[in-house]
């Protein structure tokens, strides 16, 4: 949520961060600005909208300058609108915030009782006006001491001041923010992607710490303004995984990247020669775990979902799932014999994150599972199993979701093995399963023909369900999340079992339901469930796996045969036409389908 840059260096610095700007914009695109240091005056251009609105607005009023900040806004006080864009500024400082400041209406009423004027609705523009005051009496550092005492909740700013032509201030409680070192420059960056274009040299800030950024070096100081040591980290540069290459949006990409990511992730996990899984330095002995909680937000929530079942089918471990906004606010039993696994593709989910920290106050165990692996929540963890899938650009996340039920699947396998809860007959069938899931995701990726004719069915509609079973429920809720977060169609994810406790009023005839039913365990019973909604007058789309005895065509509107594998596998694979699903329905109606309304990839505040 919201993006941040800033560069101090020997030239003029708006071109490159506009450049970087368009990179964060996956993290907010409802405003953007710019504000850069020319001949000692603060000047700012900013503009309601995506980037490409900036550029035009930038073109007619030029702004030069060898220091600046840049912003890209998802909104949380006020309305995206050009006076609530960042950088805000007064004629002393410029400010630019990703995060939340909770108690900006009592400071806003304290600085408007000593004369400071506000232009903005934003809980901002305190930053700026607090800074401009205690100015006035301290030094530039005893300055930002003193404001970052005085403001509550999260956030990572970027801050220029109109006396200092080379001195940026960074600063982060919460929410994420990077160093980067470049060749008589230096920045400051939301995350390494914003960065990379300039510098594979980063250095992440911790929580609490703020830094002091020239073109020749940068200093790093902890919240009582006592220098720290950090160290600088050398990112890969792999590029052409940030680009779009022939697609026409990084979703199409990202969906078709899946048989390699699965790939990738396989060969990283699995010993192909000894059948074996290489989970090295597992920090915790079998017996002191006794009990699991999966947390996450969204799509990450949904693998925790899927993971449950696969837990609670091979080990004989208790097994819970927690949404975590809601964990990081309840009265929780920590427990010690508990294994706390923290599920985020960004790394930096804010919710997913304080719980990640309470946890770790409570001294539990704690284990992400992360795309990102330089993300706070992977430092922060205990024991990190990445998902190896590559950046993923796209708001939705597709390819990140297969990687942590891939991921999450293995690591149930191995504690399941390594507690004697399956022999090893199985533990070899289901490993060696694993190296056919790429293959089969590749198949079932020519479905595409078949969803292409659907969707147009799902875009017209008032709305549409997705039911399923046992493993197909969680998959039945991210096939709703992805229709209803790219083609704004109501879209509502249901246990297949639990249609006539209610939802089944909502039936009406022509209504479009996607039912999951692979044949595996539940198989009769979802056929069952369906039946019921056909009677009611649903147009019933039915993914299913592919079977030559048993043919399933009764009343049934439209179907999709996914490759055969092992049933604990057949998420992987009816996940697929979902996706498609979603992306063609907001194709059909035109929308921005890497950058839905209203959301952003990134989600750094609560
Ligand atoms: O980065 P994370 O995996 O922690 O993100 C969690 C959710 O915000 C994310 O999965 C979101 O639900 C997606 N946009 C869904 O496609």
Redesign the pocket.
């Known amino acids: 949520m919201c993006g941040i840059i800033g560069i101090t260096s020997t030239k003029n610095v708006s071109a490159s961060i506009l450049n970087s700007l368009r990179k964060l914009e996956y993290r907010g695109y409802d405003s953007a600005g710019i504000a850069t240091l020319e001949s000692g005056i603060i000047k700012e251009v900013k503009c309601e909208g995506r980037v490409d609105a900036l550029e035009k607005n930038l073109s007619k009023q030029k702004i030069d300058g060898n220091i600046g900040i840049g912003h890209v806004r998802w909104a949380t006080h006020g309305v995206p609108s050009t006076i609530n864009a960042h950088p805000h500024s007064s004629d002393k400082v410029s400010v630019v915030h990703n995060g939340i400041i909770e108690n900006s209406t009592i400071l806003k009423k304290l600085l408007i009782k000593k004369g400071y004027e506000f232009k903005s609705q934003t809980d901002t523009e305190v930053i700026v006006h607090l800074i401009t005051d205690y100015l006035k009496k301290n030094n530039l550092k005893n300055s930002i001491i003193k404001m970052l005492n005085k403001v509550h909740g999260s956030f990572a700013l970027g801050i220029i001041f109109q006396d200092q032509p080379d001195l940026i201030v960074g600063a982060r409680r919460g929410s994420p923010l990077a160093v980067g070192y470049g060749p008589n420059e230096n920045y400051l960056g939301s995350d390494s992607y914003a960065l990379k274009s300039m510098t594979n040299k980063v250095t992440y800030l911790n929580d609490s710490e703020f830094c002091i950024v020239k073109k020749d070096g940068v200093e790093f100081f902890d919240e009582k303004g006592n220098k720290v040591n950090k160290k600088v980290l050398e990112l890969s540069k792999n590029e052409n995984q940030y680009e779009k290459g022939d697609y026409k949006h990084f979703m199409a990409k990202e969906i078709d990247e899946q048989p390699i990511t699965i790939k990738n992730c396989v060969n990283e996990y699995i010993n192909r020669i000894s059948n074996s899984l290489n989970i090295y330095n597992f920090p915790w002995k079998d017996k002191d775990i006794s009990s699991i909680l999966l947390i996450?937000?969204?799509?990450?929530?949904?693998s925790c979902l899927m993971a449950k079942y696969w837990f609670e089918q091979m080990t004989t471990l208790d097994v819970n799932v927690d949404i975590?906004s809601e964990f990081r606010y309840r009265k929780n039993r920590f427990k010690k014999d508990c294994l706390y696994i923290f599920?985020?593709?960004?790394?930096?989910?804010a919710d997913?994150y304080a719980a990640l920290d309470l946890c770790n106050k409570n001294n539990v165990k704690t284990c992400s599972i992360?795309?990102?692996v330089e993300s706070s929540?992977a430092r922060d963890s205990k024991f990190v199993l990445p998902i190896h899938c590559g950046p993923e650009i796209g708001?939705?996340?597709?390819k990140?979701?297969l990687g942590?039920m891939l991921v999450l699947y293995i690591l149930c396998l191995k504690l399941a093995y390594a507690r004697k809860d399956i022999d090893k007959k199985i533990f070899s069938f289901k490993v060696k399963s694993l190296l056919e899931l790429s293959k089969n995701v590749k198949k079932t990726l020519l479905t595409e023909d078949q969803i292409q004719l659907v969707c147009k069915s799902f875009v017209d509609a008032k709305g549409s369900m997705f039911l399923g079973r046992g493993f197909s429920y969680p998959i039945a809720l991210e096939g709703a999340?992805?229709l209803k977060?790219l083609a704004y169609v109501h879209a509502e994810g249901y246990p297949a079992g639990e249609m006539k406790h209610g939802p089944l009023a909502l039936i009406e005839d022509g209504m479009p339901v996607v039912v999951l039913a692979p044949r595996d365990e539940y198989f009769k019973k979802t056929i069952s469930n369906m039946q019921e909604v056909i009677a009611r007058g649903a147009k019933v789309l039915l993914i299913t796996n592919k079977n030559k005895d048993e043919v399933v065509h009764e009343n049934i509107w439209q179907s999709i045969e996914v490759e055969n594998i092992n049933d604990d596998l057949l998420p992987f694979l009816i996940t697929i036409p979902l996706q498609k699903l979603a992306y063609h329905s907001a194709l059909n109606k035109g929308y921005d389908i890497d950058k839905?309304r209203n959301?952003a990839?990134?989600?750094t505040v609560e």
Request: hydrophobic share 35%.
């Open positions: 996450g937000c969204g799509t990450a929530y949904h975590a599920v985020s593709q960004s790394g930096e989910t997913t992360v795309n990102v929540i708001v939705a996340s597709t990140a979701f942590q999340l992805k977060e839905p959301l990839k990134s989600v």
